[in-house]
T-cell receptor
Framework: ETGVTQTPRHLVMGMTNKKSLKCEQH?????MYWYKQSAKKPLELMFV???????ENNSVPSRFSPECPNSSHLFLHLHTLQPEDSALYLC????????????FGPGTRLTVL | EDKVVQSPLSLVVHEGDTVTLNCSYE??????LLWYKQEKKAPTFLFMLTSSGIEKKSGRLSSILDKKELFSILNITATQTGDSAVYLCAVEAGNTGKLIFGQGTTLQVKP
């Protein structure tokens, strides 16, 4: 297993569902990130974790709840989402937040009905 | 407000052409500027630039940063159809790992 992996790759959910996105990195990094990429919009940073501690929450609505149990795993728990939350959710990791190069996972394509 | 602006937003060229993609930025506490290539889904890292005037080169791709005028360019020479992708510019501000991305430039290289 190499790099940054994300599961599931595709997810369709209703507005009342609860689901979780999972990210795992096999690079020995200490910082992990969640990004949202909506159609025709710049990539948006959502959360940053460094050594399991959240260091950045970019004004993300509370219906998105991140969890970082260890430096290799990052989750994004979803509940009562809205159709406008449909997007590609990308996870990334870097050595730590002082290192610039982030390595991205393949993303989860989320559709909220 | 920190922002990164890329131009053009889209570009169509023919194989063998040379293209120049632009990225301008206004951020506080600039640390570095990064270029990514995004095909289908995950962006892949191309270059990281921290110093003005020093060209970074990888094969047919090269990039340079101008910290006085607050912009960077990405050049691709002798383009190939495999260069078709969205090219993202991102700027890191501060020490929190926060990357601010531009809208991306969609490049299409026709045979």
């Amino acid at each position: 297993e190499t790099g940054v992996t994300q599961t599931p790759r595709h997810l369709v959910m209703g507005m009342t569902n609860k689901k979780s996105l999972k990210c795992e990195q096999h690079l020995g990094h200490n910082a992990m990130y969640w990004y949202k990429q909506s159609a025709k919009k710049p990539l948006e940073l959502m959360f940053v974790y460094n050594f399991k501690e959240q260091t950045e929450n970019n004004s993300v609505p509370s219906r998105f709840s991140p969890e970082c149990p260890n430096s290799s795993h990052l989750f994004l728990h979803l509940h009562t989402l809205q159709p406008e939350d449909s997007a590609l959710y990308l996870c990334a990791s870097s050595q730590d937040t002082r290192t610039d190069t982030q390595y991205f996972g393949p993303g989860t394509r989320l559709t909220v009905l | 407000e920190d922002k990164v602006v890329q131009s053009p937003l889209s570009l169509v060229v023919h194989e063998g052409d040379t293209v120049t993609l632009n990225c301008s930025y206004e951020v506080t506490n600039f640390r570095s500027l990064l270029w990514y290539k995004q095909e289908k889904k995950a962006p892949t890292f191309l270059f990281m630039l921290t110093s003005s005037g020093i060209e970074k080169k990888s094969g047919r791709l090269s990039s340079i940063l101008d910290k006085k005028e607050l912009f960077s360019i990405l050049n691709i020479t002798a383009t190939q159809t495999g260069d078709s992708a969205v090219y993202l510019c991102a700027v890191e501000a501060g020490n929190t790992g926060k990357l601010i991305f531009g809208q991306g430039t969609t490049l299409q290289v026709k045979p």
